[in-house]
């Protein structure tokens, strides 16, 4: 009678972890738009109609390959180049859409590199992470794809370098570079990596893995030009190391963001100090971890959280310059969290099975609130963007501005250009 209670209760607990996905998708499916936001302008738009025009295959891998910002976003460019040949046009919804399938991806590798004492203890995972607080990522094209695949195929990587054989040190070589050449700090994988085969001495495959992240770095660099209207991240750290550090740790911890409470937050603000007592605490808990060793227990789990921190170092030496408040922008906040589920996996499978058993519900009943909440506090946030954006195409059609890119008349260029020859439909 027991177990059937038990089996019963279990069942209900996946139904809700089941809801809580669909729940995510309604609403990244209601509030996507097929417009074109910030950076979709140039990384889209302008592409296509650059990529079009040329003829030779060669223009065409160079424009696909060619810098954009500090990154090479060639795994997004050939998303839109495939959807353009599959449906001739460019839909951001589509694109949005296909941006968010990458956290099942992220999901199942996850649970893949989970030690599975109980499924059950994994649930809470999903309510975590199929939550808005990175809505500024979630529904801008461009951004979820990048943001989101780079994680998965750094993952991957990872964890396909910490089994044996062969074909999996290829496979992980070859997600190393996919995530390389989908956001500029996928090539922190390599350095993860590096730290893998160094655990597990693997010595022979170490020496290949740093040819091949020498070469990688060697065309990633080819041609590549400071972004003229980024803070030199040398000066940012030799002048400012101080405002760095703050704002790698409250990069750390904005898995506790408040929107309206710290928006436009200042460096001494109060509002600040949730999320840097929160990246203080899970820096904590990576130094606890490193010295329980527990990279020898799930070596796969350790160097994801290995590469999110060098990840958030290095957005802070890059960004660190436009502000401490640049770091609560809600397109960085993914990393948060998944640093948040990456401690709670190691919690579960350091302590003993008695004592997870007296507190799970607890730890379940806490994320599926942090889930509801997630969704209270921002869905304003979200109806807001949602409604600006397809407000301010409406704004532009009367009076040639209101999108949402810096440079009106560049933006407004690229979209009439991108109207005219059929890439992109209103």
Known sequence: ??????????????????????????????????????????????????????SSIHDKI?????????????????IVV???????????????????IGLIGILIVIFLSYNKRSLIWFVPVVFILFEPQYFGAIFFAMGTIQNFYVLLFAFLS???????????????????????????????CFIAGALVLLIQKRFRFLAVWLSVMS???????????????????????LTQPGTAVIYFIVLLGTVVYLPFKMDNAEIFSPALFIPIGMGVLLSVVFIYLTIKKYYLKNTAIYSF???ILL????????????????????????????????????????????????YFHLVLVAAISFNILAFYINYDKIITLHQSVEQGLIYFQKYNRGLVYPNQEKAGRILIRSINKGYYRL
Do not use: C, W
Request: aromatic share 14%; proline share 2%.
């Open 62 to 78: 160079a424009l696909i390959f060619s810098q954009h910002n500090e990154h090479r976003i060639v795994f997004t460019r050939l």
């Open 82 to 100: 495939a959807q353009y040949y599959l449906l001739n046009t460019v839909n951001f919804k589509v694109l949005i859409m296909i941006g968010n």
């Open 305 to 307: 959280i290995v590469f």
């Open 311 to 358: 990840s958030e170092v290095l957005t802070a030496a890059g960004r660190s310059g436009f502000g401490v408040a640049n770091a609560l922008s809600t397109r960085y906040a993914i990393m948060s969290v998944l640093l948040v589920i990456f401690a709670y996996i190691a919690l579960i499978e350091t302590i003993d099975g008695e004592t997870i058993h007296r």
């Open 158 to 188: 990872l964890y396909f370098l910490t089994r044996d054989g062969s074909l999996n040190f290829i496979t992980a070589a070859v997600f190393a570079v996919m995530a390389t050449f989908t956001s500029g700090n996928g090539i922190l």
């Open 1 to 54: 009678m027991l177990s059937h209670r038990i089996t019963l209760v279990n069942l209900i607990i996946y139904s809700l972890a089941a809801l809580a996905v669909g729940f995510y998708y309604l609403t990244v499916i209601r509030y996507g738009s097929n417009i074109p936001i910030a950076d979709d302008f140039d990384a889209v738009l302008d592409f296509l109609n650059n990529f079009l025009e040329v």
């Open 215 to 237: 070469l990688n770095i060697i065309i990633y660099l080819y041609g590549y030009v400071p972004p003229a209207d980024h803070p030199n991240m040398l000066r940012t750290l």
